[in-house]
């Protein structure tokens, strides 16, 4: 069910950017598997088209990318350092096609809501979407760098347990609202594409 969910607006923005269909379709019939433990385990196809679809069982997999939850806002980001971190095995190749497509597709996401909610909305909830990824991303930085500094110089391997702990508590509450982020911007492009309106 989740593959069906993603495919759809990864599609709709493959059929947007003919340059990056271009790229995947020498790639067709190979098939590249998306890791987020203990979230996300998906197997994709390329097509003839360009497209994508979902892995037939049994399918082996040419490239394999296993990210962290802690990636996710900087890869919407696009932060080039944050590709740098995905652990990549398989068809090195086929591996590259698809980072430099992911590093270089972007989805007008506010031209798509416009078409659902108008364009006054659409400009709104794009610019709330970018504030909120922003905060994410610069209080994870922010957060690590304090730590680093804190372990380093301060206290050098002193830090306690429950800073610690409070610490873990911050991440892992910046990491859910991550997850909760990407889920509404899967919901709202599926229902985009299934003209639906859903309310905001």
Request: charged fraction near 25%.
């Amino acid at each position: 069910m989740l593959a069906s969910v993603a495919i759809a607006p990864l599609n709709h923005l493959l059929r947007g950017e003919s340059w990056a269909r271009k790229r995947l379709q020498p790639c067709a019939g190979k098939t590249a598997r998306f890791r987020l433990p203990p979230f996300l385990n998906l197997a994709l196809t390329v097509q003839a088209s360009g497209e994508v679809s979902t892995a037939s069982s049994g399918v082996p997999d040419d490239a394999v990318f296993t990210l962290t939850p802690r990636l996710l806002p900087r890869l919407l980001a696009h932060e080039e350092d944050a590709y740098r971190e995905i652990r990549i095995s398989g068809d090195s190749a086929f591996a590259e096609e698809i980072l430099h497509i992911g590093k270089n597709l972007h989805w007008d996401v506010e031209q798509d809501l416009s078409g659902v909610v108008g364009d006054i909305v659409a400009h709104r909830v794009v610019q709330a979407g970018d504030r909120l990824m922003h905060w994410h991303t610069e209080t994870i930085r922010n957060l690590s760098q304090t730590l680093v500094e804190y372990l380093t110089e301060e206290q050098p391997l002193l830090a306690k347990p429950i800073d610690m702990h409070g610490l873990v508590q911050e991440i892992n509450a910046l990491r859910d609202d991550a997850a909760q982020l990407e889920e509404r911007v899967i919901a709202l492009a599926a229902d985009r594409l299934q003209g639906n309106k859903t309310p905001l």
